[in-house]
């Protein structure tokens, strides 16, 4: 039996944190369990489905595991459910020992790096993710994106990169100088700027761009990108 089960969708960000993470870890036992959220059935009324299509039978099941009805969540084989991409991340990297933390014992490491955690969540992935919902889910949905919501959303990562930059001249990765959970947390909401044709805000910052390069460069994450892109082309060709 797997040591736990993942609930994600292809194509989420916040799933792909949670891989991202396993990836890097090197931990495969686990068993990762599709919810399709165009069909609904990760909540029960989600406001984006289509009027004649009924609600899933799974989306009651799926309530259970996250109250809001959203992915990902990872339930484990003793029966514990967490949801929220970041504490999963940081439950399974302290779980399993990732390298993917400053020790405890350092209380200052430690200290910034829920500093470097906060400043994602709410500075970057924020903005972001808005620019990622009007221009690529909206895009599934047949909805058309709110050009006042992107510029906007685009002004904030701007300037979130403007600080970035001078930041790292100083330091490689986002919490210090080692690689952690933090960068890893902003890889999957970066692919979705490039998707959307906004790549050119990491690119035209050097010591952005340079960080950018590391991250993403790494054999894990590359191994993961590289898979995804096979498997969307054989979703594309079985079409
Ligand atoms: N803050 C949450 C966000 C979860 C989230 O919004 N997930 C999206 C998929 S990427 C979702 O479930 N969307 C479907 C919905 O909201 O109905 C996290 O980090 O896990």
Known sequence: MPAFTLYGSRGSTNTDRVRLTLAEGGFTDYEHVLVNLQKGEQKVGDPFLLQDDAASPCSEEHMKRHPWGKIPVITTAEGFTL??????????????????????SDVEAAALFDQAQCVETIYFAEPAGRIGFEKFVKRFRGLPPDEAVVSDAL???????????RLLHHKDYMAGNDFTLVDIYYIPLIQRLFACGYGDIIVSREAVSAWWDRCVNRPAV??????????????????
């Open 222 to 239: 590359q191994r993961m990108l590289a898979a995804d892109k096979e498997a969307a082309a054989a979703v594309a060709a079985s079409k």
């Open 83 to 104: 949801y929220e991409s970041r504490p999963i991340c940081k439950y399974l990297a302290t779980k399993y020992s990732f390298p993917l933390l400053p020790p405890d």
């Open 155 to 165: 002004r904030s990562v701007e300037m979130f990169f403007d600080v970035a930059e």
